[in-house]
């Protein structure tokens, strides 16, 4: 029997999800008096695409079985950038400091209050940024099965102290252009091994 998980997308405040996991315990006193099984346990997670959620991630890390990095939506509302606007879309940078700021922040709330934490988006895809944030302690990724063998490769061939210090590395980092040459470096250093 596999278990169910409720992940809520675009929740801004801690009250959000108090009403919802309100409606869910309804739900299932209302199926229970149908005699139907519930599952008393299951788990409420959140979607982190919402910059304030990234900033008090404590919070919601305590108030949450689990938390998901939604890279795209993060990175377009951290940068304030439309990707799907021709015009701006440049702008759009997943590797930007602030956004590798804030998945270290959430990464740390995750530790600190013992939730889980996954990234999913086009940032999980990349063989490079996937190193990344192992380094950074995010060991569930999600991503298109078809980027699956290239970042499986390059996962493992390196060891998780390189990708620990590749992830300090990158967190110290002023710029974009800083970033961009430290994963030019790791590529070249991983396709010389």
Known sequence: KQRVRILIPMLSTPKQLHRIKERIDTLQRELAEEGRDTDPDIQVGIMVEVPNVALQARLFAREADFLSIGT?????????????????????????????????????AGTEEDTPVSVCGELASDPISACCLLGLGINELSMNPLMLPKVKKILCSRRLTDMQAFAKEVLEADTIDDINTLFLNWKKSTDNT
């Open 72 to 108: 795209n939506d993060l990175t377009q509302y951290v940068l304030a950038v439309d990707r799907g606007h021709e015009q701006i879309s440049p702008l759009y940078e997943q590797r930007h400091p602030a956004i590798w700021q804030l998945i270290n922040m959430v990464a740390r």
